[in-house]
């Protein structure tokens, strides 16, 4: 398999966030669904190297794609913190 792109990961984080804001994913679905796109990064990779996807990730909190809390716990399940 292919690794994931940067700009994949960021759509499939930005279509879990519109679904929030619309109510039409719970909580507990959304945590599934971050948890099923972690694991398919960890077994895929990603096509980007940590400075890359840190910026992606930086960006997206910017633009309340995802929480602070969100981006903390990507970066420590995708081994990206020091």
């Known amino acids: 398999m292919a690794p ?3 700009a994949r990961f960021i ?4 279509k879990l966030g ?8 719970k909580t507990s679905e959304y945590d599934q669904r971050l948890a099923r796109i972690i694991g398919e990064l ?4 990603v ?3 940590r ?3 840190t910026t992606a ?5 910017r633009r309340g794609v995802i929480t602070a809390a969100v981006k903390d716990h990507l970066l420590k399940r ?3 913190t020091t």
């Open 4 to 6: 994931v792109s940067v």
């Open 11 to 14: 759509e499939e984080l930005e």
């Open 18 to 25: 519109r679904e929030m804001t619309a109510g039409t994913l």
């Open 42 to 45: 960890r077994k895929q990779g």
């Open 47 to 49: 096509d980007a190297d």
């Open 51 to 53: 400075p890359r996807l």
């Open 57 to 61: 990730l930086d960006d997206a909190l």
């Open 78 to 80: 995708l081994g990206l």
